[in-house]
């Protein structure tokens, strides 16, 4: 069985340290090493049916990509190089970073058009997440009244991450290795 690809982009190192410890709690034999999205070329990330995908919130809620002033956590042309691929038949989870308190009303809202797109080439997307315990306005990443991946806010609820993380992973694991 082929591992799952771990793949996060980021700006201030944050959304690596959560892939780090997602890796951490899969263990070595069913996740690959995370890998920042900026040093990944589409043939590398698609050696991989199953994903762990990672995706800090910026620019109000853009993709994070030049466009939104990010130079490091470019999912945005990532995303563009890999248009020419269909991902039918892989199945990814998606988690977020994002602060509520500060963006209330843009709150993780960048994995939308990473969800959007995703979906839009064919990708099953799982381990959607309860918005319960998050004390926002507004997040594009709620759909039919959940976060469509896990959402990690360091900034206000850095205490909750742990646990967050290992009821995620646990939630995961089954959807992803089959
Ligand atoms: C300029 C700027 C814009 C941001 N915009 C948003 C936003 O729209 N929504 C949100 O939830 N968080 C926003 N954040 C918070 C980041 O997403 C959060 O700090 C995240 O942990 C950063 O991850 P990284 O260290 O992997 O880049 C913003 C942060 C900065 C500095």
Known sequence: MSKIGLFFGTETGTTRLIAKKIHKLLGDEIAAKPVNVNRTAPADFLQYDRFILGVPSYGEGALPGAKAGCLES???????ELKKVDLTGK????????????YAD??????????????????????DWSIEGYQFN??????NGRFVGLVIDQRTQGMLTEERLQAWV?????????
């Open 74 to 80: 470019n999912w945005e042309e990532f995303l563009k």
């Open 91 to 102: 199945r990814i989870a998606l988690f977020g970073l994002g602060a509520q308190e500060r």
């Open 106 to 127: 843009t709150f993780a809202s960048s994995m939308r058009p990473l969800y959007e797109k995703l979906k839009e080439y064919g990708a099953e997307i799982v381990g």
């Open 138 to 143: 507004h997040s594009d990443a709620v759909e």
């Open 170 to 178: 646990e939630q995961i694991k089954p959807l992803l290795l089959k």
